[in-house]
């Protein structure tokens, strides 16, 4: 069982925002900054965001992040049918020494 | 670029074990922490190890601690996953992922492997 949480799955139309949270505790996001990935079925995940709120070049700006206290949360907007994956957050836990994945979240664009 | 190459998968029975590897290149791999990343088919990420860049420290889940070991080479751009006592529970595409920050485990993974698939099954 995952530490951090994830809702199992999101879905949205073409052009909505959808937001996807991940619920984390004090020794993790409360502590460490939230990564994002994104894995479409079949192949490596992906960096999607990483501490917290930034995109790696090459992620559209439709990406965002952000974290407040322990939870974190990741923004699509302007969905589109590529947008279709699941994603996880992670971050590192100080108390357990070790890194720590959300279940993910499977985004569906209907 | 970056690539990570995995190799060293397979089907094993249960209780032996096998030896995963993963060729880097494109960046100078003696600087950066490398994770081991599991995924069992149809589930989850699952974080299973991290070695240092240095090769100083190792950190394991505890599904995996006493039974795995990570080690690296520098010198070949390589680091390694040991597994022994495999279970069905193993079963799993094992990725290697790069720390996207020089000498520290803790950051994020910028660049991924495409996965080796164990199989654990007699």
């Known amino acids: 069982q995952s530490v951090l949480t994830q809702s199992p799955s999101a879905s949205g139309t073409p052009g909505q925002r959808v937001t996807i949270s991940c619920s984390g505790s004090?020794?993790?996001?409360?502590?460490?900054?939230v990564n994002w990935y994104q894995q479409v079925p079949g192949t490596a995940p992906k960096l999607l965001i990483y501490s917290d709120n930034r995109r790696p070049s090459g992620v559209p700006d439709r990406f965002s992040g952000s974290r407040s206290g322990t939870s974190a949360s990741l923004a699509i907007s302007g969905l589109q049918s590529e947008d279709e994956a699941d994603y996880y957050c992670a971050s590192w836990d100080d108390s357990q020494q070790r890194a720590q994945f959300g279940g993910g979240t499977r985004l569906t664009v209907l | 670029q970056v690539q990570l190459v995995e190799s060293g998968g397979g089907v094993v029975q249960p209780g032996r074990s096998l030896r995963l590897s993963c060729a880097a290149s494109?960046?100078?791999?003696?600087?950066?922490?490398m994770h081991w990343v599991r995924q069992a088919p149809g589930k989850g990420l699952e974080w299973v190890a991290v070695?240092?860049?240095?090769?100083?420290?190792?950190l394991y889940a505890d599904s995996v601690k006493g039974r795995f070991t990570v080690s690296r080479d520098n010198s070949k751009n390589t680091v390694y996953l040991q597994m022994n006592s495999l279970g069905v529970e193993d079963t799993a595409v094992y990725y290697c992922?790069?720390?996207?920050?020089?000498?520290?485990?803790?950051?994020?993974?910028?660049?991924w492997g495409q996965g080796t698939l164990v199989t654990v099954s007699s």
């Open positions: 494109g960046f100078i791999f003696s600087s950066y922490g």
């Open positions: 004090r020794s993790d996001i409360g502590s460490n900054s």
């Open positions: 992922a790069k720390v996207g920050v020089p000498t520290t485990v803790k950051g994020w993974l910028d660049a």
């Open positions: 070695i240092w860049f240095d090769g100083s420290n190792q």
